[in-house]
């Protein structure tokens, strides 16, 4: 008869009752209730605020570095798409089924259950353990509102489905409005200049645009029209043409590196909208490629956002599922990735602790 494991089994029950209460962005309270509640019950000192819940898995020593544990608790909405309930976890020939089960339920209970192994034991760094919130709107009142409150992190892994290969660097998003102006005039006349034709010139050179700088790890920062809008009335010269750009920005550039060298090249009046959601990327000699590589972890750049964008320290994003199944219909995650990810978390924390 095969042994239980009492981590591995918690981890999946509590991933069942995190399924069952929609926790969708800034409505995540009753999952972070669930979370505190959980490990209250372990007798570990839980700390919140808002609906970010974190906790130490000893007493803090202010001495000793900090490793940080961080993976997310919302949820976006369900598509039209399911055939099945997203709030029920059912399992299904090894599939556990559910909204947020890959996204990021799965690492995130595997975080926890990795966490929850090291309560008490001698590391030569302290633990920290951080479910945050809003996650999937990079929301102000999510991992960002801790930056201030919390340790910095030597490390921090960010949980997300990666197929446990690590990400040592992620693209960043930067959203640029975009304004030509022209003059209005009439139609049927030779009047006015035609913000239209004007705008068209820039989206040629977006077309065709192609950064100066490339990463190795996740080749050249993308830019991609995505909006645009000029003119209301059919008779009338448009003034003004305004478009949406999408810049993927890799690790190679800073998003105001990125956005300065576009405004160089095209006539437009551009406004970012946020600055935020930088690039990141494992800072080269870091310890967690020794890591990485004693434990033969693949090493990938991800085009996918997540809190890593938001953390001002060194990261690397890791965890079980699959990011093709994230926000699917029908989202499952396997019940042995959330074995092998505990494991995996756990020969992380171990080697890390080594290498120290």
Known sequence: MEKTNPLFDEAVQLLKDLIAIPSFSKEENKTADL?????????????????????????????????WLNSHHDTVKPNHGYTKDPFTASVENGKLFGLGSNDAG???????ATFCHFIGKN????????????????????????????????????????QMRVAVAEKGLLVIDAKVH?????????????????????????????FFKSSPFLGRTKVTATVIKAGHQHNVIPDLCEYTLDVRVTDAYTLEEAFAELQRNLKADLTPRSMRLQSSHLPDGHLM?????????????????????????????IGP?????SHTADEYILIEEIKSGIQGYISIINKYAELS
């Not at 809003?134 to 990666?162: C, M």
């Not at 033969?296 to 990261?315: C, R, V, Y």
Request: zero cysteines; a negative charge; hydrophobic letters at 45%.
């Open 106 to 112: 799965g690492p995130l209970v595997s975080l926890i």
């Open 289 to 317: 490629y020794r890591v990485a590589a004693k434990l033969e972890l693949e090493k990938f750049g991800s085009p996918t956002l997540s809190d890593q964008a938001l953390i001002p320290w060194p990261s690397v994003k």
């Open 123 to 162: 590391l030569p760094f302290n633990l920290l353990l951080i479910a945050s919130a809003e996650e999937e709107i990079s929301g102000a009142n999510g991992i960002s509102s801790l930056i201030a409150q919390l340790p910095e992190a030597e490390i921090a892994i960010v949980g997300e489905p990666t």
């Open 321 to 325: 599922g699959d990011s093709a199944r």
């Open 35 to 67: 979370i505190e509640a959980f490990l209250t019950q372990k007798n570990i000192q839980v700390n919140r605020s808002g609906n970010n819940v974190w906790a130490f898995a000893s007493e803090y020593n202010p001495v000793l570095p900090t490793v």
């Open 182 to 210: 022209g003059k209005a005039g009439h139609a049927a006349r030779e009047e006015g200049v035609n913000a239209i034709y004007l705008a068209m010139d820039d989206l040629d050179e977006i077309r065709n645009f192609e």
